[in-house]
């Protein structure tokens, strides 16, 4: 009876573990998370600027801004909606230009290591 339920399951309710295995490789998923992003711009003035990070399944971090940033500029960003009190805090990341469009620039994200050494910061 077990194997007969079982079956009957298979029939109704078919995997099919390779294509979704193949659509999930070409076409990662993304997330979309409205940000808050400060820091200095390429003039080296200071400014704070709503925008989108676009975080892609494989940790490819986009933001996109209406200003330019020196290559390796060091950015902060906050989620405006956050989920927890730890995610309303500023995280670091190393700006990367990617590619410029009327008005805007687009920028590849790199966390920021921290500087301080584990025991030395205790």
């Given amino acids: 009876m077990y194997l007969e339920g079982l079956s009957l399951a298979l029939h109704l309710h078919p995997t099919h573990v390779e294509e979704g295995m193949i659509l999930t490789a ?10 808050e992003v400060s820091g200095w711009d390429d003039n080296k003035s200071f400014f704070v600027e709503n925008s989108e990070l676009e975080w892609v399944e494989d940790s490819n971090k986009q933001v996109t801004l209406n200003r330019g940033l020196t290559e390796g500029a060091v950015i902060f960003l906050r989620l405006l909606q956050p989920i927890s009190n730890d995610r309303a805090r500023p995280v670091a990341y190393q700006a990367e230009f990617l590619t410029r469009n009327p008005g805007q620039r687009q920028f590849r994200l790199r966390p920021v290591s921290s500087r301080c050494k584990a025991k030395l910061c205790q």
């Fill in 26 to 35: 070409e076409h990662p998923a993304t997330n979309l998370y409205r940000v």
